[in-house]
């Protein structure tokens, strides 16, 4: 059975850094895309950022050079480190695999 168990999220002020994690049971993250998605309130889900199954990494212009998307193979965990927050950048954040998704965890900037 794939589990995708996101962690990280919390309560920061704007201006500040989270690292969230995501870690993986039931299929290799090395040989995968593994996306991380949010959803703001009252918003669509939307895509932040992608890491394949060569180490290439994209971003959405939101969070270009502010957000940094990366992988342990050895821990089977992808990480995405969110330095220089915005109150905009409040929402839940999930990460993805194949047609799996975590259950969320939730990011809170405040002004």
């Known amino acids: 059975q794939v589990q995708l168990v996101e962690s990280g999220g919390g309560n920061v002020q704007a201006g500040g850094s989270l690292r969230l994690s995501c870690a993986a049971s039931?299929?290799?993250?090395?040989?995968?895309?593994v996306g991380w998605y949010r959803q703001a309130p009252g918003k669509q889900r939307e895509w932040v950022a992608y890491?394949?199954?060569?180490?290439?990494?994209t971003y959405a212009d939101s969070v270009k050079g502010r957000f940094t998307i990366s992988r342990d193979n050895a821990l089977n965990t992808v990480y995405l480190q969110m330095n220089s927050l915005k109150p905009e950048d409040t929402a839940v954040y999930y990460c993805n695999c194949r047609s799996t998704w975590g259950k969320g965890t939730l990011v809170t900037v405040s002004s």
């Open positions: 890491i394949n199954n060569a180490g290439f990494t």
């Open positions: 039931g299929i290799t993250f090395s040989i995968n895309v």
